[in-house]
């Protein structure tokens, strides 16, 4: 009867392994498939963003060469064109929040912050006053780098959407200087 009751336990370790082995094999298969499951959510929303900010980008640059010439802020139709444009740079500010790629969603972010080249401060930084041409240049560059983020390339360097990530960058690290009489004032202190 030893051996029998040996043989027993045996045999009811090995079930119990079993059933635990198959029992931990199920927990990590739904985790891994919980895992892809959000990866491809993730990337189906990068795609779906990345389709957006394209399609954006060329109405803008549309909206770009209608730009009025004399460009004067009394001037009705710049006002419906500063508008328009307007309403366009902020579709593209909320489609870039679901890009994942940090970079590129800091450098188009950029250059939402200066209109993609209609702001006069960053015409003066580039040296280029045709706002027409930054502008387009701009939306150029950010579909490029989309582009290459959806063939999953490298990002390639461009020189407007750089500068305008440099800008901003200088702009929120910037701090004024005190006057000089800063520290005689009684207000200061």
Sequence with gaps: MGNEVLVGVIGLGGTIVGASAAFLGV?????????????????????????????????????????????????????????????????????????????????????????????????????????RILMNAMCRDAQRCLGAYLRQEPIPSTEFLSRAHREREAIRTWRPEPPSDWAAQPDAQ
């Design 27 to 131: 927990v990590y298969q739904q985790r891994h498939q919980a895992r892809l499951a959000q990866a491809q959510r993730r990337d189906s929303m990068a795609i779906a963003a990345a389709d957006t900010l394209l399609t954006e980008l060329e109405s803008l640059s549309k909206i770009a060469w209608r730009r009025p010439d004399d460009g004067s802020p009394r001037d009705e139709a710049f006002r419906q064109w500063t508008a328009e444009m307007g309403e366009c740079v902020g579709r593209i500010q909320l489609a870039v929040l679901r890009l994942p790629h940090p970079e590129l969603r800091e450098a188009i972010e950029s250059a939402c912050l200066f209109e993609f080249g209609n702001e006069v401060h960053f015409q003066q930084v580039v040296g280029l006053r045709a706002g």
